[in-house]
């Protein structure tokens, strides 16, 4: 395959249709598909295109600290005149920034992205206590089962002592008794 930054495409379509020419119809047929789907999430795909397409710079603020803010310029050659802010906050959810009277910058929809993070928390806080409540419940299980094994073992092993003792006392019983029988021909 090519290496000219069609390469996936050119696969695909040499798997599909036997030839890899038919690259570009491969891909406007996924992109369609991939896009045509209503709440079909934004990556940095479709950042990357929204600048070539609008000729802006796009600032990405993230709340992801080994990449907290990411740029997207416009493949032409020339600056662009217009600067977009977005944020993306937990990896999950996008808003549109702008300057607050002048000064530093507001997320147009912070509350809900705020709402949306303690959400999350809060399911993430939920889960994590079942998680710790289904492993204290197998623990005590595992308690019970041990402790209940154990006390057969010790049903085993008394038992096992009675039967011997019973043994032991039966062969006394049995030579006892063997010495105190008498034979008629003793006495003759």
Known sequence: MKSDGNCQ???LADQLYQTSDCHKRVRQEIVKQNMSTNSEWGDEVTLRVAADVYGVKIVLITSIKLTPFMEFLPKSQKEPDRVIHLSYLAGIHFNSIHKKGGSGLSSSSGSASMELQRKKEKKEKKQKKRDEDENERKEKEER??????????????KDKEDK???????????????????HFSDFM
């Open 9 to 11: 495409f050119r696969a």
């Open 144 to 157: 019970k089962k041990e402790k209940e094994e154990k006390k057969k073992e010790e049903e085993k092993k």
């Open 164 to 182: 011997k003792k019973a043994k032991v006392k039966k062969e006394k019983n049995e030579k006892k008794n063997r010495n105190h029988h008498f």
